[in-house]
């Protein structure tokens, strides 16, 4: 249950990350409000606090959160952009995903 905990807990990270460079995105690619910066701003700080939230070292943690990241990206690519996504971008979010599993989940004598 603990690596159902941290892969679950990367990605609401990864969507608190994905939020906070959206909404500056809309701003000044789209022509949006400037206000969208606000909320922006305190996804990104939500970002930084959840990636506190991990038990092990900071650099393992972003190494790994990395993998989770690239997925929710492309979920994220047709969800919200309405891009349906290749068969190379699923071979290579589930790619990324192997290598999160691998850098998260691996046996440590420490």
Known sequence: MPELKTAGLFFITAIAEIVGCYLPYLWLREGKTIWLLVP???SLAVF???LSLHP???GRVYAAYGGVYIFTAILWLWAVDG???TVWDFVGSSVAILGMAIIMFAPRST
């Open 40 to 42: 922006g701003a305190l």
């Open 48 to 50: 930084a606090w959840l």
């Open 56 to 58: 092990t070292a900071a």
């Open 83 to 85: 891009i349906r996504p």
